[in-house]
């Protein structure tokens, strides 16, 4: 059988309604799932991260562009999750259009946004905890051990494990196996919260706007690099993608980790009451409400703070909103305060709904036979996949304990785009090859706004650094391994299209 045969859409339709998740959400859970998941660490982290390693006070400029390219992935994304609510997202929908082995390659993909996503907000989570608690938490149980640094004092720090941001998965992953209803009850208590934190930074820290700081907009070629007190390079401006309209597009890449919320929406879509009215709702609300206050935020953060604060693991570096608060807010101690609550409140629901869409990807993905049937069990009483849940707090913990927060932050950006690209492109192929299939929900101008899309994608892939590039190629390439050691062998489709020759051949009995 062919390595691109395709799932029958009928036959995913099917197994959408048949006995498995509860319905338990609606459009209003789904915003504030979206929300919950893109309001965190790729606000209050990323943002800082990308200003300070590449764009500057132009990070608004990058949010914008990023916002573009997912403006046309939300579309299509909207379009698929209407009309295929399963859960499953992109790797469901790549399925169903491109076939299987481009399906496991998207699936393996997700691993990196999804998994390596909740283990870069989980470290975060760890330095706004230790942040609150006045920095008692060692370096070397709150770091990596692949991360170092040299104090003031002359003192070199090495990392050891991090431990709170291990605990802070162990308590979400519980809860995640309580249920679906009640992770996103807390969610929406939480989303409330720091959206209320995050309008009250942009109002109080407007007036504390510098203009210097903004000045010049974009980093200048030939800015010298950022060093530590030991003469390490912290950050260096030399690429083209590290200043000016090229370090746009490099801070592009990088807050691009900041909008994968909106797709997590559509791994619920097998939970949601209504799919094909609130799937839309839920993807291009949450993009829309999330994009206006991204670009408010990072315009009053790099007023507030100069941008090379950012990079300083002294000043700003991972806690940077709290920094900027202390340091040049005079009279707000009690906001630094309420935005580090916050924010690990907000950090907790983003983790949250990340290791509930991979654990529906993995729930979908093991009901197709290409993993283990283990990650498609569910609970006798819970109805949750337990299993999947257990085996990734495993994975993902091992990388947020001993992996540090940039490495695994960009390889979620690598993982985002590739999935967004994918999703683009497969809009275009379904509009063709099943015209007459009834869409809750078109997406406007394809194939303009699908190609717009996979080209938006395509370019902010190309502009992350090249390490990050090497290990994402690398994690595919051991994925492709697995799948034609294990899973194409054991594929539900290829068994059942081996026994019936022509059961999948789906576009021919629909012309007959």
């Known amino acids: 059988m062919s390595l691109f045969a395709k799932k029958p859409l009928d036959q995913m339709l099917a197994q959408a309604e048949g006995k498995g998740l509860k319905r338990t959400l609606g459009a209003g859970n789904l915003v504030a799932l979206g929300i919950g998941a893109i309001i965190g ?80 907000v989980s470290i975060a989570w760890s330095e706004y905890l230790n942040k609150l608690f006045g920095g008692r938490i060692p370096y070397e149980w709150s770091h990596s051990p692949f991360e170092s640094f040299t104090d003031s004092a002359g003192v070199l720090h090495s990392g050891i494990m991090n431990a709170p941001a291990l605990i802070i998965l162990l308590l979400l992953t519980l809860l995640l196996i309580k249920g679906s209803q009640e992770s996103a009850l807390v969610n929406m208590v939480i989303v409330f919260i720091k959206v209320a934190i995050v309008l009250i930074f942009i109002a109080v820290g407007w007036q504390f706007i510098n203009p210097a700081n903004h000045t010049p907009y974009l980093i200048p ?106 340091e040049f807010m005079t009279g707000y101690g009690w906001l630094a305060t309420a935005v580090t609550i916050a924010i690990l409140a907000g950090f ?74 994918l999703v683009s492109a497969g809009v275009w192929i379904l509009r063709k090859r099943e015209p007459n299939i009834e869409r809750p929900f078109r997406a406007p101008l394809v194939p303009v706004v699908s190609t717009l899309g996979v080209l938006i994608c395509t370019g902010m892939i190309v502009a992350l650094d090249a390490q990050t590039l090497k290990v994402a190629f690398g994690w595919m390439a051991v994925g492709l391994v697995v799948y034609f050691v294990y899973s194409r062998h054991h594929s539900k489709l290829r068994n059942f299209t081996e026994i019936l020759p022509h059961a999948s051949d789906f576009e021919r009995k629909e012309k007959e």
Request: proline residues 4%.
């Open 221 to 326: 070629e030939g800015t010298a690099p950022v060093v530590d007190n030991a003469g390490k390079v912290i950050a260096d401006y030399s690429g083209v993608f590290k200043h000016g309209w090229g370090g746009v597009l490099g801070g592009a890449a990088i807050v691009f980790f900041a909008f994968i919320g909106f797709d997590a929406v559509s791994t619920a879509a097998q939970e949601a009451k209504n799919p094909k009215r609130d799937m839309p709702i839920g993807i291009l609300g949450s993009l829309v409400v999330c994009t206006i206050l991204y670009i408010l935020f990072g315009h009053v953060l790099t007023g507030v703070a100069n941008w090379k604060d950012f990079v300083d693991p002294e000043k700003g570096r991972e806690a940077s909103v709290a920094y900027a608060i202390s």
């Open 41 to 120: 660490a790729g606000l209050f982290v990323r943002t800082a991260a990308a200003a300070g390693q590449a764009a500057g006070p132009a990070v608004t400029i990058s949010f914008i562009v990023a916002a573009v390219g997912c403006a046309f992935a939300g579309l299509c994304y909207a379009e698929f999750a209407a009309m295929i609510p399963i859960a499953g997202s992109a790797y469901a929908y790549s399925y169903t259009t491109m076939g299987e082995l481009i399906a496991w390659i998207i699936g393996w993909a997700l691993i990196m946004e999804y998994a390596l996503g909740a283990a870069t």
């Open 348 to 421: 907790s629901s983003v983790i949250l709904v990340m290791l509930m869409g991979q654990s529906r990807i993995f729930y979908t993905m093991s009901n197709d036979g290409l993993i283990p049937k283990a990650f498609g069990e569910l609970h006798p009483k819970y109805r949750t996949p337990y299993k999947a849940n257990w085996i990734l707090f495993i994975f993902v913990g091992l990388f947020a304990a001993f992996v540090p927060g940039h490495v695994a932050g960009d390889l979620t950006s690598f993982g985002t785009l590739f999935a967004f690209v």
